[in-house]
């Protein structure tokens, strides 16, 4: 790939900027999640703070990423291209993927900080930290396909 | 892929890093304000370690790859506007987040100092030094000199 390819026509720079800033936050959200979440030893507080930065940060993220990445797909041609290349097809599958196992562990997380209540629900707040180690070792792959642009 | 290819996959998960390390401490700061035990706030220390490993290796990781890929790439140059701006910038960001992070570390002191003396129980000291508004100001101020890269190096104006 030429690296020259990067210096972009105006008309991507705003589409892009939306979908590299959600993927940030998105990113930054899981960080948090994470780290709260881990570092919680079962105290409730860091447990509900661990799934609100899940909730409040990374979902929004995930959301600016993909309208973004919707917005540049169409601005840059690639809905009139027969076959996507194999980074882009990687990136969307991650980031697809990716947006089935953050709901899916918000729901989970949800049901834990639900039941904190009543004392329990940290089982299911340690899935939530697992799913979202997970899901942060797979967005650093997709930013590695997506800027890498591997064949 | 190439190695200018590889060094500008690092280079952007470098600023994945300090971005996410950013919005860590964002969120740390929102969940502070309503701390008011040594407990609690001795509680965040972890989580802001991990964030102060996020920045750091962040900012050298754009800096480093950032040069490596000024030198370069092509059609790229160090004395560009962009790029010195993006530098600027850098070195802007970097000194704010220092004294951000000093401005919030008197809290986490005084909340080591007051556990070592036994004081358990709410302070309202604690709670003020938590809620630092210089602080709060420095860190804002920080996030919108990051943000202001992001959109440099995006746009590339001039380029």
């Given at each position: 790939m030429n690296l020259l390819a990067t210096v972009r026509p105006d008309s991507s720079v705003l589409p892009l900027l939306l979908h590299v800033f959600g993927a940030m936050i998105l990113v930054g959200g899981l960080l948090t999640g994470a780290s709260a979440l881990a570092f919680a030893k079962g105290e409730a507080r860091s447990l509900r703070l661990g799934y609100w930065s899940l909730l409040a940060v990374s979902l929004p993220g995930w959301i600016l990423m993909r309208v973004g990445a919707e917005w540049i797909y169409s601005e840059e041609g690639?809905?009139?291209?027969a076959d996507d290349p194999g980074w882009l097809g990687m990136g969307a599958f991650i980031a697809d993927i990716g947006g089935f196992i953050l709901l899916v562990s918000l729901i989970l997380g949800g049901v834990g900080v639900y039941r904190l209540r009543s004392g329990k629900g940290a089982g299911l707040l340690k899935a939530t930290l697992i799913l979202s180690l997970v899901l942060l070792a797979a967005y650093v792959v997709a930013v590695w396909a997506m800027t890498g642009k591997p064949d | 892929m190439s190695f200018d290819d590889w060094m500008l996959a690092l280079h952007v998960l470098s600023a994945f890093s300090w971005v996410a390390g950013t919005v860590l401490f964002s969120v740390l700061i929102v969940a502070v304000r309503r701390v008011d035990t040594p407990e609690g706030t001795i509680r965040m220390d972890p989580v802001s370690k991990v964030g102060n490993a996020a920045i750091g290796i962040g900012m050298v990781g754009t800096i480093v790859f950032g040069l490596w890929l000024a030198f370069s790439v092509?059609?790229?140059?160090?004395?560009d506007g962009w790029i010195i701006a993006a530098l600027v910038l850098w070195v802007f960001s970097g000194a704010v987040g220092q004294r951000t992070g000093a401005a919030y570390m008197e809290g986490m002191t005084k909340a080591k100092e007051l556990q070592t003396a036994g004081q358990t129980g709410p302070s309202a000291e604690l709670l003020a030094l938590n809620r630092t508004s210089r602080g709060a100001v420095l860190h804002v101020l920080s996030s919108v000199l990051v943000l202001l890269i992001l959109i440099d190096m995006i746009w590339k104006p001039g380029a």
């Open positions: 690639w809905d009139e291209v | 092509g059609g790229y140059n160090i004395w």
